[in-house]
């Protein structure tokens, strides 16, 4: 048996977890639920050694674990998948992955022998790997996580501690990812499960608890509970989700157009082929896809980063971009709050006179930001590294809308927030495309896609095609967004 108990710790004014206990049995699937900045990431790293508490301590088999030691975790049977991916990016897959539990333990690194285990471990997972001598920074957030779990997998684990694993799954490859946990299950093990989609929760958990503001405010079963009642004890409140606005929008001239867009890496392989679409002011154009078909580059090019190697792009206004990973291209996160915000030119605009900046005025329209967005943080000097995941993501999206832009790019938008944040991000961009900005939402997320956006696109090894209203049924979409043809 795992068990936490009594875990306390505080980040400055912050406290994070107030005297939390927790177990995990042998042979079964354990969710830890809750909203962001609700501690679960925390407990996490307390578990998996990556934190000392303040107070309280953790055992497995009634042994306690030495705090504050990822390698006694480790050693002792614990192995994490983190929110974030924690690989080094300028490595292959492959060393990556020797760092694992791969490696054979001969005096010479056979990264071949590496690769042929890691193949063999991610085809029993259901997915594919990267070509060979691929370095991860080329690789999509999807492909970064699956890296995560067949490292973590590797050390052939007690216990797996999974934090928000399904977030960038294609629906064709969720059933595989489930049906993994719950032969890891069959196995013995111990597999704690962090997540904020609750249909997941209730179908593959055996038992659930549920944290809010650092303390545990229920324990049940899945049997025993509904996506409803677990949403309310998360949250405190109902939470409603934004109505069908999207289908009142009435969309105006375009201001958004790709034309013929393709671009080509330097084998001249073709990672986006000649798509032509445009979006118009008043209207959530959604772009469905398995992550790693495109996306990442078409954000890309359209924040100016790469250049098309044919076609163009037309704006026919300002845009703000935010990015799928808040941590290395959304935020700088050694900075302050303030400071983050004021990186957008149009913030920055507005508390600058002849070059100079006033600290004042901009820790002033920060603190409104805050607010008004509802980021949950001391204040404007705190650290942007020290908010929740689900917070950071708030802070991006203030930025972006803050920003007054035309158009809004969003990739993955809403991956890893909560019910009562995603709802609000989804209000915020419909209140946005309502006063007549345009969305470009791309996400692998088909229930997000189908809630708030007008047209749907499909991407699929480069290329693009619009849906019809027909084929708006998930299973259909899937195979879609799989490469399944007509």
């Given at each position: 048996?795992?068990?936490?108990?009594?875990?306390?710790?505080?980040?400055?004014?912050?406290?994070?977890?107030?005297?939390?206990?927790?177990?995990?049995?042998?042979?079964?699937?354990?969710?830890?639920?809750?909203?962001?900045?609700?501690?679960?990431?925390?407990?996490?790293?307390?578990?998996?050694?990556?934190?000392?508490?303040?107070?309280?301590?953790?055992?497995?088999?009634?042994?306690?674990?030495?705090?504050?030691?990822?390698?006694?975790?480790?050693?002792?049977?614990?192995?994490?998948?983190?929110?974030?991916?924690?690989?080094?990016?300028?490595?292959?897959?492959?060393?990556?992955?020797?760092?694992?539990?791969?490696?054979?333990?001969?005096?010479?690194?056979?990264?071949?022998?590496?690769?042929?285990?890691?193949?063999?471990?991610?085809?029993?997972?259901?997915?594919?790997?990267?070509?060979?001598?691929?370095?991860?920074?080329?690789?999509?957030?999807?492909?970064?996580?699956?890296?995560?779990?067949?490292?973590?997998?590797?050390?052939?684990?007690?216990?797996?501690?999974?934090?928000?694993?399904?977030?960038?799954?294609?629906?064709?490859?969720?059933?595989?990812?489930?049906?993994?946990?719950?032969?890891?299950?069959?196995?013995?093990?111990?597999?704690?499960?962090?997540?904020?989609?609750?249909?997941?929760?209730?179908?593959?958990?055996?038992?659930?608890?549920?944290?809010?503001?650092g303390r545990v405010v229920a324990r049940t079963t899945a049997?025993?509970?509904?996506?409803?009642?677990l949403a309310g004890l998360m949250i405190g409140e109902i939470?409603?989700?934004?109505?069908?606005?999207?289908?009142?929008?009435?969309?105006?001239?375009?201001?958004?157009?790709?034309?013929?867009?393709?671009?080509?890496?330097?084998?001249?392989?073709?990672?986006?082929?000649?798509?032509?679409?445009?979006?118009?002011?008043?209207?959530?154009?959604?772009?469905?896809?398995?992550?790693?078909?495109?996306?990442?580059?078409?954000?890309?090019?359209?924040?100016?980063?790469?250049?098309?190697?044919?076609?163009?792009?037309?704006?026919?206004?300002?845009?703000?971009?935010?990015?799928?990973?808040?941590?290395?291209?959304?935020?700088?996160?050694?900075?302050?709050?303030?400071?983050?915000?004021?990186?957008?030119?149009?913030?920055?605009?507005?508390?600058?006179?002849?070059?100079?900046?006033?600290?004042?005025?901009?820790?002033?329209?920060?603190?409104?930001?805050?607010?008004?967005?509802?980021?949950?943080?001391?204040?404007?000097?705190?650290?942007?590294?020290?908010?929740?995941?689900?917070?950071?993501?708030?802070?991006?999206?203030?930025?972006?809308?803050?920003?007054?832009?035309?158009?809004?790019?969003?990739?993955?938008?809403?991956?890893?927030?909560?019910?009562?944040?995603?709802?609000?991000?989804?209000?915020?961009?419909?209140?946005?495309?309502?006063?007549?900005?345009?969305?470009?939402?791309?996400?692998?997320?088909?229930?997000?896609?189908?809630?708030?956006?007008?047209?749907?696109?499909?991407?699929?090894?480069?290329?693009?095609?619009?849906?019809?209203?027909?084929?708006?049924?998930?299973?259909?979409?899937?195979?879609?967004?799989?490469?399944?043809?007509?």
């Amino acid at each position: 048996m795992l068990r936490a108990i009594a875990i306390t710790k505080r980040f400055g004014r912050t406290l994070a977890l107030d005297g939390v206990d927790f177990e995990a049995r042998p042979g079964e699937i354990h969710a830890l639920v809750g909203e962001n900045g609700a501690g679960k990431t925390t407990l996490m790293n307390v578990l998996a050694g990556s934190l000392a508490p303040d107070r309280g301590e953790v055992l497995l088999d009634d042994q306690p674990l030495q705090a504050g030691s990822p390698r006694v975790a480790l050693e002792a049977g614990i192995a994490a998948v983190h929110q974030s991916p924690m690989l080094f990016e300028r490595m292959t897959w492959e060393e990556n992955l020797a760092l694992g539990g791969f490696d054979t333990g001969s005096e010479l690194l056979d990264l071949e022998a590496v690769a042929t285990r890691a193949r063999a471990l991610a085809t029993k997972l259901g997915f594919e790997l990267p070509p060979p001598g691929t370095t991860v920074e080329n690789r999509s957030v999807a492909e970064r996580v699956r890296l995560e779990v067949l490292r973590a997998l590797s050390f052939n684990p007690r216990v797996l501690i999974l934090d928000e694993p399904t977030s960038v799954l294609a629906p064709s490859e969720l059933h595989a990812f489930l049906d993994l946990l719950r032969n890891l299950r069959g196995e013995g093990r111990i597999v704690v499960l962090i997540t904020h989609k609750l249909a997941e929760a209730i179908a593959v958990a055996d038992r659930i608890t549920v944290l809010r503001r650092g303390r545990v405010v229920a324990r049940t079963t899945a049997t025993e509970t509904s996506e409803e009642k677990l949403a309310g004890l998360m949250i405190g409140e109902i939470v409603t989700q934004p109505d069908a606005a999207a289908g009142r929008l009435q969309p105006g001239e375009p201001v958004l157009q790709m034309e013929n867009l393709s671009l080509a890496d330097r084998t001249g392989r073709r990672i986006l082929d000649g798509i032509s679409f445009h979006v118009a002011a008043s209207e959530i154009v959604g772009i469905a896809g398995v992550d790693g078909n495109g996306q990442t580059e078409l954000v890309e090019l359209l924040a100016g980063v790469r250049k098309p190697s044919e076609g163009k792009i037309i704006s026919r206004g300002a845009m703000a971009v935010i990015p799928q990973n808040r941590d290395l291209d959304g935020l700088i996160l050694d900075m302050r709050l303030w400071e983050n915000l004021i990186l957008a030119r149009p913030l920055r605009e507005q508390v600058t006179s002849h070059g100079w900046l006033n600290t004042s005025r901009a820790i002033d329209l920060s603190r409104e930001l805050i607010v008004r967005f509802r980021i949950r943080a001391p204040g404007p000097e705190t650290i942007a590294g020290a908010l929740s995941g689900g917070n950071r993501q708030r802070l991006e999206v203030a930025r972006a809308i803050a920003s007054q832009p035309l158009v809004i790019v969003a990739h993955n938008i809403c991956r890893g927030l909560d019910l009562a944040a995603t709802a609000e991000v989804h209000r915020r961009i419909l209140d946005f495309a309502a006063a007549g900005g345009a969305v470009l939402l791309i996400s692998s997320d088909l229930d997000e896609l189908l809630a708030i956006c007008g047209r749907l696109l499909i991407i699929s090894r480069g290329k693009i095609r619009e849906t019809s209203p027909d084929e708006r049924d998930p299973e259909r979409l899937g195979l879609l967004m799989s490469g399944a043809r007509d």
